[in-house]
T-cell receptor, first 114, second 112 residues
């Protein structure tokens, strides 16, 4: 039973345009959501996060939107650059005791074409 | 500042062999994790350790054991490797009550 779903395995956009990556979740107990970026042969690196009490968080070219009623979040990258080409993982978590355990989606491969 | 360091980076095992994947972090984090990444499956949690001396099962623990040797080190052991354990393994660490986890570079393991 997949609790975090990224339904698009891949996305291709032109340089300078907006990239929108989507993520859905089923567990209403999740209270923190994160996006990770992964290049081939490297570990995932943290990109941006959002608490469930917010509906938007922005960091430079990256903005994450959260729609709790729809259990949906999205990552917007504007403008997209070729260096953004990577696999993007959505992750969700709730605090259990003093510890977070992240549940990841399957990832979306973003290709930004020059 | 090394962050999370995993060794080895690559390993080929024969079915039935055993090995230990090593992980160390220098960020003084209490929580450490082992994930595996398989094509089309995302990252799945194998085991985690909330603090030194404690370990708990994650989503896919079968066939693995872990040891939290001290606050810095968290090892993953395959006692009898199987082809189904061919995967890329990632170690991660985080502060308590903080969701953001930092990942190592990964260990690519092939079991033949």
């Amino acid at each position: 039973d997949q609790q975090v779903k990224q339904n698009s395995p891949s996305l291709s956009v032109q340089e300078g345009r907006i990239s929108i990556l989507n993520c859905d979740y089923t567990n209403s107990m999740f209270d923190y959501f994160l996006w990770y970026k992964k290049y081939p042969a490297e570990g995932p690196t943290f990109l941006i996060s959002i608490s469930s009490i917010k509906d938007k968080n922005e960091d430079g070219r990256f903005t994450v939107f959260l729609n709790k009623s729809a259990k949906h979040l999205s990552l917007h990258i504007v403008p997209s650059q070729p260096g953004d080409s990577a696999v993007y993982f959505c992750a969700a978590s709730g605090l259990s005791g003093s510890n977070y355990k992240l549940t990841f989606g399957k990832g979306t491969l973003l290709t930004v074409n020059p | 500042n090394a962050g999370v360091t995993q060794t080895p980076k690559f390993q080929v095992l024969k079915t039935g062999q055993s090995m230990t994947l090593q992980c160390a972090q220098d960020m003084n984090h209490n929580s450490m994790y082992w994930y595996r990444q398989d094509p089309g499956m995302g990252l799945r949690l194998i085991y985690y350790s909330a603090s030194e001396g404690t370990t708990d099962k994650g989503e896919v623990p079968n066939g693995y054991n872990v040891s939290r040797l001290n606050k810095r080190e968290f090892s993953l052991r395959l006692e009898s490797a199987a082809p189904s354990q061919t995967s890329v393994y990632f170690c991660a660490s985080s502060e308590q009550e903080v969701a953001e986890a930092f990942f190592g570079q990964g260990t690519r393991l092939t079991v033949v």
